[in-house]
């Protein structure tokens, strides 16, 4: 049987920048799903044509490093939680492997769209300690610029850091990311996993893609899934977590999650 690994190395690869063009052509929906890497393995076995993977100083996975920021009593979280039509998420995200980092605002208006607005940072930015867990001082005029978080500004303070691997795909109507290893850690070291189990998003044109047709022929459906929500509430247990228990109970696991050592790094 053919694995994830072996295909995503098999694979003809595409660079950066001709992936960025592809997908800008097209407007796009996201639909996630939760499947384990043998599932996945075979959903891409049945795709008509094998898709490209992104490429970068010949690595195929990069690790990634978010931490989101929210309010003592968790006002982002609360907001998605009770599906409240206007709600913002605000994290910094460190390209571990490539270099870089950002700031980043998620906002969702009452019509029901999301718009996701990024200004980069340094690395030292995002990797020093601030006082009480508060924003990178360089990030405090970004993220006051919007309406929707110019008042949570000063309250924000580090409430999640979560740490993945992402591959990303390039199929003829879609662009693919496969998210790995992903572990949700607090301040206080507590922990929450997606143990066994890849989070698969696909952004397609309105219609379902290629790769959405063939998730659904193996079972797999579209899922209500956030990296930070559905961990904080597997941590925080006292927070309303509804929306998400369905995969609490069958993806999440709250502890330090023991992982195979993940691939080395050239340089590392």
Same mark, same amino acid.
């Given at each position: ?14 660079? &950066? ?14 639909? +996630? ?8 393995? #075979?959903? &891409? ?8 993977? &992104? ?5 195929? @996975?990069?690790?990634? #490093? ?7 009593? !968790? ?6 939680? =009770? ?22 605002? *998620? ?6 769209? %999301?718009? +996701? =607005? !990024? ?7 995002? %990797? %020093?300690? =601030? ?7 360089? @990030? ?8 929707? $978080? ?17 591959? $990303?795909?390039?199929?003829?109507? /879609? ?9 949700? %850690? ?5 922990? @929450?996993?997606?143990? =066994? ?5 696909? *952004? ?22 956030? *990296? ?5 509430? /597997? ?19 709250? /502890? ?11 340089? @590392?």
């Amino acid at each position: 049987m053919t694995t994830w690994d072996a295909l995503r190395a098999a694979y003809a690869p595409v660079g &950066l920048m001709e992936l960025d063009e592809t997908a800008s052509l097209q407007r796009r929906v996201d639909r +996630k799903y939760l499947v384990t890497p043998a599932t996945w393995a #075979e959903v &891409l076995g049945d795709l008509a044509q094998a898709p490209r993977v &992104l490429e970068i100083d010949e690595l195929r @996975a990069f690790r990634y #490093e978010s931490v989101y920021y929210d309010t003592p009593d !968790r006002e982002s979280f609360r907001a998605a939680a =009770h599906r409240r039509p206007r709600r913002y998420k605000v994290r910094t995200r460190r390209y571990v492997d490539t270099g870089g980092a950002s700031i980043e605002v *998620k906002l969702r208006s009452r019509t029901g769209d %999301t718009v +996701k =607005h !990024r200004a980069w940072l340094t690395e030292q930015d995002v %990797t %020093t300690p =601030h006082p009480g867990g508060s924003l990178p001082p360089a @990030a405090w005029d970004f993220v006051a610029s919007f309406p929707h $978080t110019a008042d949570a500004v000063g309250a924000l303070v580090t409430t999640l850091t979560t740490t993945y691997e992402r591959t $990303t795909l390039l199929t003829d109507d /879609a662009r693919v990311t496969v998210d790995e290893r992903v572990v949700g %850690t607090s301040p206080t070291g507590a922990a @929450a996993a997606f143990t =066994h189990v890849l989070i698969v998003e696909t *952004k397609s044109a309105s219609r379902a893609g290629e790769v959405d047709r063939a998730l659904w022929r193996h079972g797999a459906r579209p899922q209500k899934v956030s *990296k930070y929500c559905t961990s904080l509430a /597997a941590i925080e247990t006292s927070l309303p977590a509804n929306r998400w228990s369905r995969t609490l109970r069958t993806h999440v696991q709250s /502890a330090a999650p023991v992982y195979p050592a993940a691939p080395a790094r050239a340089g @590392a």
